[in-house]
Structure formats: C-alpha cells, structure tokens
C-alpha cells in the first residue's frame, strides 16, 4: 500500500516516522512538485497545491489532516470521486474546549478590563457580570462545537447552540436553520462561532447579522476568517457595540502587518492555533480508517461534498 503525503509546511520526516511505526504495512512518499509518483491507494494533505491534483487520479481516499474541508473543496469537480476524510476530534476539542473557556472566563470576570487598569496602575474593582447576562451561544454544535459546549456548561453560563439541522441538547437551548439564527444572535452575549466555512456560512458575519448581538457582546472566531466581515467587525468594535472579539483565524494568512485588528485594543489576535493536529494522534486515526476502508468497512468523518462539511 503507498500513501502520498503532502505538507504544506514541508515538515514531512515526523509524519514518515509516525506512519511507519503506526502502519508499517505502507510505504509513504512525499509529494514533490515535478517529481514523478507512481500511483498511490491513498492521500494525506491538508491545502494541496493545484498541481497535486493530479496525483490524486487513482488514490481510494484522500484523508486530511484537520477538521476542515474548505481547503480542499475549493477545487469542485477536480477532485476525484473518492471519499475525502477529515479529522474527527483527534485531539482538537479538548483544545477548542481550553481557547474557548479561556477567553470567555476573561470578559465574563473582566481580566481584559483588569489587565488595562494594570497599566495605567489602576486600582479599582469593576462590577461584577451577572451570569444570567452572560449566555454563550456556540454556532455549529458539531465534533468541536459540543466539546466547547460541554466544557462551558459546568460554569452555569445560559448556553445556546446554532446548528443546521434540529438537536435536543440537556441545559442547551438549541435553535436550527437560518430562520433561527435572528433569535439566536439576539439572545447571545458571547458569540462563538465554531462552524465549517461552506458557500452557506461565508460572510455569515457581516456587519447585519452582528448587530442583532446586543450592546456590548463579544465574538470568538475559531472556525475560519471566511466566516466574518471584518471591516464590519471593525466598525462594531470601535463603536462599542462589540465590546470585544478573540480572533484565531482570519481571511488572511498570516494577519498582514498593516492590519488594523493589530491597532485594536479590544482584538485579541492569536496565529491559528485554538485547535492544532496532533500528529500522532491524528495517524493513528487515519491508520485505523485505512485499515477499515481495506476490510470493506464503513469509516467516520466522511465529508459531504454537497453540504460543503
Ligand atoms: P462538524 O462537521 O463536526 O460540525 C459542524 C457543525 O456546524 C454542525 O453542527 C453543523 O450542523 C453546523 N453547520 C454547518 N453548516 C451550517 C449552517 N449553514 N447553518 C447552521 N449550522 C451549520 O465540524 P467540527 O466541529 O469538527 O469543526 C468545525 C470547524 O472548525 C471546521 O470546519 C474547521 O473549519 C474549524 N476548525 C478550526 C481550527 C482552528 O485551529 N482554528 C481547528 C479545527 C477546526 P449539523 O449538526 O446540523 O450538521
């Protein structure tokens, strides 16, 4: 059996080393642009570059190596007609469960607003949020959406949670569909948005459907830039109606240098890392769906091209 390997960071020799300890029975080449591959049973990429495609023709499966697939759908009718799979959790909910919770800890008991009294050497206690002015509501209740819920709802926050199609949660107010989402953002003091960017949610926060937050809420973007409009974003922020954003992921990567979010105080900016693949972990998943999909065995995490997730 022969796996292509693709990195887009060039860091390929660990991933060799993991896949020979977890699957020996393949042999993994890395992708060369020019050089030539004899065919492969099986793909793991993550962003391919165009030129890649081609050596996709004959492969059974291609298998990223994160949650997402808009880096991948984005060729269409390119791709082969083989299932293309993606991680499921393999470590990252846990790491979604700690960026989140961190971040809301820090409005709910004002740490952002302490750490600039601390500057100024300030020293005055702030009143309290109350809790029941605190509701989160997590957009996309999916793998990672529900390890953030999970994580949340021990605090005793009012948790609310936006899904494409209709779920019964204990101690969650669940609202489905886009009729819904009025509602939801409504009745949500911090936003966190933990979907997948398909045609359905790109710009999905633009500068309308932000304003139904109320006055002083805050937005956690952990999904992808693609999901926001930023200069309205922006707008939002500086006018106070957003009191504060955390932003892992951004329509462009790395942030460039002249971004105005970097000139924002009430932006906190971290470089695309709330959930990171855990590489061994990530490979003894996909070993383990190599090794199904040989037997004739279903598998998990199975994209569905027409949903975009
Ligand atoms: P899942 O596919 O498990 O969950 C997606 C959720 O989003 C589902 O609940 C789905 O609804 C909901 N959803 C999709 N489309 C819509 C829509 N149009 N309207 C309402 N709800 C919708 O994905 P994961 O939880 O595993 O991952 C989510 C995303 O997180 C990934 O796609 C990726 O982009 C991002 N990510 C970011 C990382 C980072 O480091 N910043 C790391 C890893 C992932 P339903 O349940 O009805 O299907």
């Not at 209740?141 to 953030?148: A, F, Q, S």
């Not at 951004?250 to 009430?266: G, I, Y």
Request: negative net charge; aromatic residues 8%.
């Amino acid at each position: 059996m022969r796996i292509l390997l693709h990195r887009a960071d060039g860091v390929t020799e660990p991933w060799v080393r993991d896949f020979a300890e977890l699957l020996p029975e393949a042999e993994v080449v890395v992708w060369q642009e020019g050089a030539s591959i004899a065919p492969c049973d099986y793909a793991v990429l993550w962003m391919p570059p165009e030129a890649l495609l081609a050596e996709l023709a004959q492969v059974k499966a291609i298998f990223l190596t994160g949650a997402g697939a808009d880096a991948i759908l984005k060729y269409g009718d390119a791709l082969p007609p083989v299932p293309i799979i993606r991680l499921g959790d393999a470590g990252m909910a846990i790491q979604m469960a700690e960026y989140v919770t961190y971040f809301v800890l820090r409005y709910f008991r004002r740490f952002d607003d302490y750490e600039q009294q601390a500057r100024s050497g300030t020293w005055a206690q702030l009143a309290q949020h109350r809790k029941e002015d605190f509701s989160i509501g997590v957009m996309g209740m999916g793998v990672l959406g529900m390890g953030v819920i999970d994580a949340l709802l021990p605090f005793g926050f009012p948790v609310r949670g936006w899904s494409r199609s209709p779920k019964q949660v204990d101690g969650v107010q669940c609202f489905s569909g886009a009729e819904s989402l009025g509602e939801f953002l409504s009745g949500t003091r911090v936003l966190v948005c933990m979907l997948p960017l398909t045609p359905d949610t790109h710009n999905l926060l633009d500068r309308a459907r932000l304003s139904l937050l109320p006055q002083g809420a805050y937005l956690i973007n952990v999904a992808r830039g693609g999901h926001v409009a930023e200069p309205d974003l922006l707008a939002l922020v500086r006018s106070g109606h957003i009191a504060g954003a955390a932003l892992d992921v951004f329509s462009e990567e790395p942030l460039p240098a002249a971004h105005p979010f970097w000139d924002e105080p009430r932006i906190g900016i971290t470089p695309h890392i709330s959930a990171l693949t855990i590489r061994t972990e990530s490979i003894r998943q996909m070993a383990g769906k190599i090794r199904a999909l040989e037997n004739g065995e279903p598998v998990a995490d199975v994209v569905d091209r027409t949903r975009g997730y």
